[in-house]
């Protein structure tokens, strides 16, 4: 059986053996050991090793999430278990740990992964273009990506931050990346819609309710009853596009081009 970190990567590691680029996989987040019926611990210093017998090769005991929890891990940033994640701030500087989300050029505004070189988009709280609760159709009139089905142009669903008739993932990447000078997300107009697999890359499938995401470095992610959009269309069924929601531990789904979810744009190489 499959465990949840195996079913994670299979796509990535796919790729790898097709000779694909290759990317550095952050772990699953999960350090906690069961049996057939039960918890059996969690791997600390103390409890090294908690899975009974015949239980030993578990996500528990493996990876970078266990070495964390054994203390033998260095990071350049923090974050739970064997995340590694620095704060951004508005301006593009690096800033420490404790740094307070805001708006001014030296306030937190993105989250680097420090394992993958992603860079991600701190949702906000304060009703302005990145607000947490504002959602989008998936549209893309790019038909080496849409599958033939460019999805919805969009409604009225982002309060006023996009044209009128407009609150879609195409008009919300685009609107991101021409803001100007201080304005700009982190320095930065490259944003784009991530990959499925990018979207459960921060998954944090060892947290204990939702949302599953390491939310001292992702705050304001939407959940419950929410899910965030990939840019990437159902290859079977281009009325749909893949998405993720945080609400049950990150399993990547499918949803009609024309619901409005959340968006969480990200920077870097796919």
Known sequence: MLD??????????????????????????????????????????????????GFEEQDCTRGRDTAAALGQLTKLGAGAAGFDFSKIANDGSDLPAGAALGTDPADWGCTRDNVTGLMWEVKTNDNGLRDKDHSYVWYDANTTINGGDSGPVGGNSCNGTLPAGQCNTSAYVAAVNAL????????????????????????HYGATAAPYIDVAYFPNTTSPFAFYWSGVTVASFAQNAWYLSYDDGGLLSTNGKQIAGQVRLVRGAP
């Open 4 to 53: 949840a970190k195996a079913f994670r990567w299979l796509p990535w590691v796919l790729a790898a053996a097709s000779g694909a680029a290759q990317a550095q996989l952050n772990d699953s987040g999960q350090v906690r050991c069961y049996n057939a019926t039960a918890i059996t611990g969690t791997v600390s210093v103390a409890t090294p090793a908690p899975a009974d017998a």
């Open 180 to 203: 100007a000078g201080s304005n700009r997300l982190c320095g930065h107009t490259d944003w784009r819609m991530p990959t499925g697999q990018e979207l459960q890359s921060i998954a």
